[in-house]
């Protein structure tokens, strides 16, 4: 990239970073762009100079991951950088820009692809853009930052009749079947996409993780049967994500919550993330990240009543072929 260009992305990086704080001080600093698939796409304002830019980047994920099951197989990410004061304007432009460029890559018009764009959840400006190019908000990454008045004291309030705790080796078959009921429940929103290898795959991800001396799996029981599953990773874990919070190296990330469905509005849910909130709030854990879909009717009014609130909106086409 030529010096002019370099100091040209810096400044944009520079404005998207205050314009970011102003909004929500849990993003991050903008940080480097990845490299993309080729040149970054560019819209230039009135004025002759950089108001964005964006980098495409071109994922294919192959069905030995389990990644494939949380989405499509082949993923066109579009990551941009929007510095200027019409924001809607300029994010317009770079779509199009975008959808040109996707046009001309032959594997965007297969069925298992999508295009998609993570937005700050609280910067309403692109929205009406990101609409108007066919992308729907699919997810939500929450976020939930430890209260300032430090930890509760005592124990957490649980609920009646359930008891609450940390699974291991013995419980694998358990937590599977909660783990795959929850899977299936979230494919009613366009998200995960069962594959022939998810039950194995999910499995083999449990017995890892149930094997380790701190598990981060919790099982709530009523007379001795798993009744709700709540699986974490604390900071150390959760590298992955930390990046998308101020709170980089404190983040920690809640993986997995499911109450069977004739035991749900009793309190087992509450029961379970109270129990984790107390360790993290304990601990150095600073902000707890999850995601939820967007039209999950159950999720949302339960994390938001858990203290959680919208960081990240992940608009997505699907297939890629969708955005127009
Ligand atoms: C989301 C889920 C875990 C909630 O568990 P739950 O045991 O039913 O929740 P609780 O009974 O502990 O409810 C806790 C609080 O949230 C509220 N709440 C829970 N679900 C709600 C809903 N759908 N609408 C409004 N409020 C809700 C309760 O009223 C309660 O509030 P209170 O503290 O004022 O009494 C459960 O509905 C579930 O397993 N859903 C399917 C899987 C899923 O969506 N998982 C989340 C994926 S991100």
């Given at each position: 990239m030529p010096w002019v260009v370099r100091e040209a992305v810096r400044d944009v990086n520079r404005a998207v970073g205050r314009r970011w704080h102003a909004i929500d001080p849990l993003l991050p600093d903008p940080g480097t762009l990845p490299t993309g698939c080729g040149e970054p796409l560019v819209v230039t304002g009135d004025n002759g100079r950089m108001a964005g830019l964006g980098v495409c980047v071109h994922q294919h994920i192959p069905?030995?991951?389990?990644?494939?099951t949380w989405g499509a197989a082949d993923r066109f990410t579009l990551v941009p950088r929007l510095a200027g004061q019409d924001v809607a304007g300029t994010a317009d432009l770079l779509l199009s820009q975008w959808r040109d460029h996707l046009a001309g890559?032959?594997?965007?018009?297969?069925?298992d692809t999508s295009a998609s764009v993570v937005w700050?959840?609280?910067?309403?400006?692109g929205v009406q853009a990101l609409l108007r190019h066919g992308l729907q908000p699919l997810t939500v990454i929450a976020a939930r930052t430890c209260p300032a008045s430090g930890p509760p004291q005592g124990a957490p309030r649980g609920a009646y009749g359930v008891t609450i705790r940390s699974a291991g080796p013995a419980d694998e078959e358990q937590v599977l079947d909660l783990e795959l009921r929850l899977i299936r429940y979230d494919m009613h929103f366009g998200g995960p996409v069962w594959r022939a290898n998810t039950a194995r795959l999910v499995r083999d991800e449990i017995r890892t993780s149930l094997a380790r001396p701190a598990s981060w799996t919790w099982l709530a029981e009523r007379n001795g049967r798993a009744v709700g599953l709540l699986v974490a990773q604390p900071p150390k874990e959760a590298g992955w994500i930390g990046?998308?919070?101020?709170?980089t190296t404190t983040a920690a990330y809640l993986q997995t919550m499911f109450v069977d469905q004739a035991e749900r509005g009793t309190g087992i849910g509450a029961a379970l993330v109270r129990n984790l909130h107390a360790r993290f709030d304990a601990s150095s854990v600073a902000v707890t990240l999850l995601h939820h879909s967007q039209v999950n009717p159950l999720s949302a009014p339960f994390w938001y009543r858990m203290g959680y609130r919208p960081l990240w909106t992940s608009w997505e086409a699907r297939p890629a072929s969708a955005l127009r």
């Open positions: 069905p030995q991951s389990l990644n494939q890559v032959g594997v965007t018009r297969g069925p700050p959840s609280l910067d309403i400006t990046g998308m919070t101020s709170k």
